[in-house]
């Protein structure tokens, strides 16, 4: 079942919620895909999955219709082209802090003119129907290419990391950005500093016309997001939402 793309749902100016897959399998990936989720984002930097088991999810989101988005680990740049390659229509790199760092990413990620990204697509041409020709005229503009700011260091950059020709969008990691900006001290994004450098992305992004996107800690904070301009939002992540679901069940049964 093809669905919309993710450029398509984005293009639709609403905001778009995403699950988070933390955790490998088919079956799972199935689960969270056929949720009430506009996207599925496959964590490769933290949780358990590798490159088999991403394709397998990957494949697992696009069966259900909706599109996958896929976060590579941190300084693996041979790995966001494998994930294109392999149908994963957006594209996150964390811990990005310059603009010479940002335009490495759209090397790998965009085909010529913008960057010089390898030819090899054959999942994702299948999987979008498209013939390998058209699949090349269309591939740079399918594809969304999110650099993550979550350090200070990235913030001061934000303005030159925005101007790189074939950034679509910032991503913020709300959790390592309010360590960076307390020194350690907090994991907090609502505390003043951290929240002001939420709303200020959110901001830049939508002057310079880019989607800003986050990794909401909970439903509440995702709505929050939202209201200040965040446009790709994902929800907690599954293994959070287990655990919450288990914790509610039990408590419930008990009666505690
Ligand atoms: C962060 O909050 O730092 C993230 O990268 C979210 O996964
Ligand atoms: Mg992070």
Known sequence: ?????????????????????????????DILARGDCDAVTIDMQHGAIGFSEAVTLIGAVAQAGKPAVAR????????????????AEG????????????????????????????????LAISASGLSPAEYLRQANSR???????????????????????????????????????????????????PFAAAQHIAARCAAAGLVAGI???????????????????????DVTMFTAGIADAFRLARGV
């Not at 811990?95 to 790998?108: F, G, K, R, S």
Request: aromatic fraction near 8%; charged fraction near 20%.
């Open 215 to 237: 990794y909401a800690g909970s439903p509440e904070a995702a709505r929050k997001m939202a209201g200040i301009g965040y446009r790709f939002i994902t929800l907690g992540n």
């Open 91 to 122: 594209l996150i790199v964390p811990m990005i802090e310059t603009a010479a760092q940002a335009a490495a990413c759209v090397e790998q990620a965009k085909y010529p003119p913008l960057g010089g990204r390898s030819w090899g697509a054959y």
């Open 143 to 193: 594809v969304r290419l999110f650099v993550m700011i979550e350090t200070r260091r990235g913030l001061e950059a934000l303005d030159e990391i925005l101007a790189v020709p074939g950034i679509d969008g910032i991503f913020v990691g709300p959790t390592d950005l309010s360590i960076s900006l307390s020194k350690g001290a907090s994991i907090d994004v609502f505390e003043p500093e």
């Open 72 to 87: 590579v680990p941190v300084g693996d740049m041979g790995m966001i082209g494998r994930l294109l390659d392999a149908g």
């Open 1 to 29: 079942m093809r669905g919309s793309t993710l450029c398509e749902r984005l293009a639709d100016g609403k905001p778009l919620f995403s699950s988070w897959a933390s955790l490998p399998g088919r079956f799972h990936a």
